[in-house]
């Protein structure tokens, strides 16, 4: 049974940044991908960032573009969300999710097959 735990939300001022955390546990990775999606209240979930598990080719959504670096420690079997420049739009649940074949690896989350509990994280004005 794959399991997805995140950690490092918070809370945080515009202009900071955050890392967040996303630890695997159940499978090997070897053919997956992992992602970050984020769902604000009374929004969709959205698409932030993506990294093949072997490869380590890296996707972006454009909302992280030059502002979020997705990277994976394979040793430690952990995916990273590392966010700069925080700004109150950016506050909401981040999850993380793991897709078993990473050819299907995207912005389109019914393509994951493994979700986290989510991690709030909330950027005041």
């Known amino acids: 049974q794959v399991q997805l735990v995140e950690s490092g939300g918070g809370s945080v001022q515009a202009g900071g940044s955050l890392r967040l955390s996303c630890v695997a546990s159940?499978?090997?990775?070897?053919?997956?991908?992992m992602g970050w999606f984020r769902q604000a209240p009374g929004k969709e979930r959205e698409f932030v960032a993506a990294?093949?598990?072997?490869?380590?080719?890296?996707l972006y959504g454009d909302l992280a573009k030059g502002r979020f670096t997705i990277s994976r420690d394979t040793g430690k079997n952990t995916v990273y969300l590392q966010m700069n420049s925080l700004k109150p739009d950016d506050t909401a649940v981040y999850y993380c999710?793991?897709?078993?074949?990473?050819?299907?690896?995207?912005?389109?989350?019914?393509?994951?097959?493994?979700w986290g509990q989510g991690t709030q994280v909330t950027v005041s004005p």
């Open positions: 999710a793991a897709v078993e074949n990473a050819y299907n690896a995207g912005s389109y989350a019914p393509d994951y097959d493994y």
């Open positions: 159940g499978d090997t990775f070897s053919r997956y991908a």
């Open positions: 990294v093949y598990w072997t490869a380590g080719r890296t």
